[in-house]
């Protein structure tokens, strides 16, 4: 079957197990060690601020992190689980989040939720509902991210180009990519570089936002391929570098070395961004630049508990607690990342008062959920084959957004059919 050829296998095996039960939910020793499975090691310190917070309310159950690199997370956790090693309770994307819901390997929330009263609606409603799957809640979110215009002062003010602000459209960023580029220096307006951090095409043109709309592929509608030719427009004149010279040093590292004037990007790259001693002193933040609509991705992180695990009501403690205010606070204050709980984000806001990221929290209100599917990976990893070349200025771009539509509509059009 094809949900077996995607999987490989790897998370097949955990089925039956995960239908037998709780299991023994202590350790020799009369007390319970969760294990818990995460990728950012930039997060680990904070983590561990919560974990003492949790166990000073339950002194009996300890947690203990399994750092997993991100480049090797979803491989090693497909293993564990076909070997029955998986982390009690790990961290889960939007990505893949659909896929281990569907095969019966993340145990439901939805019944301790309303046991305990979580507070699932102080979190944003559009990451609660991606955590969701046929009606039944499998994740809690624990932080929030969206995409916004980063940008150089310095390099503004050696232009003479007046700062980007709400008002800016994407004819702006344009306008102001082209004054920008200076050849001699090589500086770039403006990475316009494929996305592979939250698909923003669609807000470029002014569509819904996704490129999931009525579960089939907006890429070949004709706004999509709007925004996209708008893309790659500033990357055949020269304003931004093509996607072929991104493959060593990414819109992100361009804008690090003060090479690209422009990037959108994630407000989680904050710390890194404010690690870098020139941009701390004149990187600037704006909100997503407006098409037809004004919008951008928000996304964010969930906990989730393995349903092999055999701790699994420790488990659900430690979730229940990493979704109040107490841990959402720590985690603010760590500054790694927006906290999804209501009325913490402060924390966050002054962890780092040299940027302005207020704006990454105002655009909570029209942010629309990243787009995913039950096999999100597999039409996701369509676009670079297809869209690269268009990327790298050597056109084409209106043909190769239609070949993606067509490609990923056959690809959900199987995945229904499982």
């Known amino acids: ?26 350790d020799g020793g009369g007390g319970t060690t969760l294990t818990y499975g995460m990728w950012d090691p930039a997060q680990v310190p904070g983590m ?31 293993t564990s689980m076909r070997g029955g090693t998986a982390p009690d ?19 439901p929330l939805s019944g301790h939720i309303r046991s305990d009263r979580t507070p699932v609606g102080s979190h944003p409603e559009a990451l609660v509902k991606l955590y969701a799957y046929e009606g039944t809640q499998y994740g809690l979110p624990k932080d929030f991210d969206t995409i916004g215009l ?9 232009a003479g180009i007046t700062y980007p602000d709400e008002s800016w459209t994407w004819d702006d960023v344009r306008d102001a990519a082209a004054e920008l580029t200076d050849p001699h220096e090589r500086v770039h307006g403006f990475a316009a ?17 996704y490129v999931l709309k009525d579960g089939r592929s907006g890429f070949g509608e004709e706004r999509s391929i709007e925004g996209l030719r708008f893309l790659t427009d500033m990357v055949d004149r020269g304003w931004s570098p093509p996607q072929s010279a991104m493959v060593e040093s990414v819109g992100r590292v361009r804008y690090w070395s003060e090479k690209v004037a422009m990037n959108y990007d994630l407000s989680a790259m904050a710390g890194q961004m404010y690690a870098v001693p020139a941009l701390k002193d004149h990187g600037g933040i704006a909100v997503l630049p407006k098409g037809r609509r004004r919008a951008t991705i928000i996304h964010g992180l969930a906990n989730v508990i393995s349903a092999k695990s055999r701790k699994k ?16 606070e720590i985690q603010a204050r760590e500054g790694v990342t927006i906290s999804s709980y209501a009325g913490t984000q402060d924390a966050w806001l002054t962890s ?39 990327f790298s200025g050597k056109g084409g771009i209106e043909s190769a ?18």
Not at 89 to 107: D, I, K, R, S
């Open 1 to 26: 079957m094809r949900r077996r050829t995607l999987l490989g296998g790897a998370l097949a095996a955990p089925l039956l197990a995960a239908c037998s039960g709780g299991g023994d939910d202590t």
């Open 48 to 78: 561990k601020k919560i974990i003492a917070a949790f166990r000073k309310e339950h002194p009996r159950i300890s947690v203990r992190i399994e750092l997993t690199p991100w480049a090797t997370y979803w491989t090693t956790l497909k």
């Open 89 to 107: 309770v790990f961290w889960m994307n939007a990505v893949n989040f659909q896929l281990y819901a569907a095969n019966g390997v993340l145990e």
């Open 150 to 158: 980063w940008y150089n002062k310095a390099l503004f003010d050696k």
């Open 193 to 209: 570089e494929m996305d592979r951090q939250g698909k923003i095409y669609p807000a470029v043109c002014g569509a819904d936002g």
């Open 313 to 328: 009501a420790a488990a659900w403690q430690f979730v229940h607690f990493m979704a109040g205010r107490e841990a959402a």
């Open 352 to 390: 780092m008062p040299e940027f302005d990221l207020k704006h990454f929290i105002e655009m909570q209100k029209y942010a629309v959920p990243y787009p995913s599917s039950k096999n999100t990976a597999v039409w996701e990893n369509l676009q670079y084959p297809i869209l690269g070349a268009a």
């Open 401 to 418: 957004a239609r070949k993606l539509g067509g490609q990923m509509d056959r690809a959900l059009k199987e995945e229904r059919a499982v």
